[in-house]
T-cell receptor, first 114, second 117 residues
Framework: ETGVTQTPRHLVMGMTNKKSLKCEQH?????MYWYKQSAKKPLELMFV???????ENNSVPSRFSPECPNSSHLFLHLHTLQPEDSALYLC?????????????FGPGTRLTVL | AQTVTQSQPEMSVQEAETVTLSCTYD???????LFWYKQPPSRQMILVIR??????QNATENRFSVNFQKAAKSFSLKISDSQLGDTAMYFC??????????????FGKGTKLTVNP
């Protein structure tokens, strides 16, 4: 596979569940990002990782917990979510963080919290 | 803080015609970058075109071009000879020049463009 992949593509969970979103990039990039895309709102940057280190946490609630075990993989662990957390979660990667490189996006995970 | 405004939630255009999508932004930075991203239905978001603020010449990529008015803080996207495959959400985005910090894209709310046959 090439590019940025995300699994699962769709996820429905209850407020007490624990689930994880996975992102994988096959581009040899060093920086990875999580965004939240809600209807009628701008994309919101959640987290930025550069060389597996978190460099930005954009005031995201602790019920979202990112993990970057290596430069190719990024996870978003979810627990005790709220219905307003329902959204499309996009992963992106770029060559380097701190330079103006194009960000390549994955297809997203459509999350519904019941 | 930077903000990006796309005042047209939805637009439509006939195939082969030209359409312009509006974008304005607010910043006190002098060195920055502007982008248009395209998100087709159920498909991945991809970069369409980018503009460096220090360049006066408007960027062009095939049928896509921008009208960058730095003083007015305006960055519109023109799509010529519209094709059915241009149907998508279009997002305008801003990034200030990285200075050892985060490469943070600030997005507008998007414009849903429909190309009609």
């Amino acid at each position: 596979e090439t590019g940025v992949t995300q699994t699962p593509r769709h996820l429905v969970m209850g407020m007490t569940n624990k689930k994880s979103l996975k992102c994988e990039q096959h581009l040899g990039h060093n920086a990875m990002y999580w965004y939240k895309q809600s209807a009628k709102k701008p994309l919101e940057l959640m987290f930025v990782y550069s060389l597996e280190e978190r460099v930005e946490n954009n005031s995201v609630p602790s019920r979202f917990s990112p993990e970057c075990p290596n430069s190719s993989h990024l996870f978003l662990h979810l627990h005790t979510l709220q219905p307003e957390d329902s959204a499309l979660y996009l992963c992106a990667s770029s060559q380097d963080q701190g330079f103006v490189n194009e960000q390549f996006f994955g297809p997203g995970t459509r999350l519904t919290v019941l | 803080a930077q903000t990006v405004t796309q005042s047209q939630p939805e637009m439509s255009v006939q195939e082969a015609e030209t359409v312009t999508l509006s974008c304005t932004y607010d910043t006190s930075e002098s060195n920055y970058y502007l982008f248009w991203y395209k998100q087709p239905p159920s498909r991945q978001m991809i970069l369409v075109i980018r503009q460096e603020a220090y360049k006066q010449q408007n960027a062009t990529e095939n049928r896509f071009s921008v009208n960058f008015q730095k003083a007015a803080k305006s960055f519109s996207l023109k799509i010529s000879d519209s094709q059915l495959g241009d149907t998508a959400m279009y997002f305008c985005a801003f990034m200030k020049h990285p200075q050892g910090g985060s490469e943070k894209l600030v997005f507008g709310k998007g414009t849903k463009l429909t190309v009609n046959p």
